[in-house]
């Protein structure tokens, strides 16, 4: 994920994430560790279509956007997993090992 996100150009200083992995504390830290970031979870659990009822929420009830995205995007306290110390230079060695062995059509 970290080396297909590259061609932004920035590195994130936050990521949510979502869905069942993301309950998962080693998966989280294997994140923020790779992203040198700060890991949010959502609050609402099986959001693959969140996106689309938010804006269909906001059409049919003029709910302002705002609102229903406090409401329904808000991260779930207490859940804040940062990089790890060290984490960088390993992660830095193995992303380097990465990137030499993928052929030159997937970069």
Not at 19 to 33: E, F, H, T, Y
């Amino acid at each position: 994920m970290q080396y297909h996100s590259d061609w932004i150009g920035e590195r994130p200083e936050s990521l949510r994430v979502t869905g069942g992995a993301s309950k998962n504390r080693a998966i989280l830290q294997v994140l923020a560790d790779v992203f040198e970031a700060e890991i949010e979870t959502l609050s609402v659990t099986n959001s693959a279509a969140l996106g689309g009822a938010l804006r269909a929420a906001q059409a049919v009830e003029g709910v302002p956007w705002a609102e229903l995205y406090a409401r329904f995007v808000a991260p779930e306290p207490g859940v804040h997993v940062t990089s790890a110390p060290g984490a960088r230079q390993a992660y830095a060695e193995l992303r380097a090992k990465f990137t030499r062995q993928v052929p030159a059509s997937h970069s």
